[in-house]
Nanobody
């Protein structure tokens, strides 16, 4: 069973950048489709970006042009580079995986493995 562990969250001022990392505890990382989600207390979890086995990517409209998802299958890591951060980007960010390596909607119901999350706080 794959396990995921996020890191890289923190506090930053608006306009700043952060890079989130997700360590994947299996050598078969390359077989998983991966995604980043985020959640604010009291709100539903929302998809941020996903990447499939062939490194095809998909982004939520609210992060297009600012965030970039990438994966390093050799090192078993997933990344989310976040630039031009806004206060509304503040949330707990989660890494997720699905065993099907193909493309999937950016919807939490398609992902079966989750990390514990890393918190991002953006101040104005």
């Amino acid at each position: 069973q794959v396990q995921l562990m996020e890191s890289g969250g923190g506090s930053v001022q608006a306009g700043g950048s952060l890079r989130l990392s997700c360590a994947v505890s299996t050598a078969t990382n390359s077989r998983y489709s991966m995604a980043w989600f985020r959640q604010v207390p009291g709100q539903e979890r929302e998809g941020v970006a996903n990447i499939d086995l062939n490194s095809n990517t998909n982004y939520a409209d609210f992060v297009k042009g600012r965030f970039a998802i990438s994966r390093d299958n050799a090192k078993n890591f997933l990344y989310l580079q976040m630039n031009s951060l806004k206060p509304e980007d503040s949330a707990m960010y989660y890494c997720a995986a699905r065993t099907d390596g193909g493309r999937a909607p950016l919807n939490e119901f398609y992902y079966s493995v989750w990390g514990q999350g890393t918190r991002v706080t953006v101040s104005s």
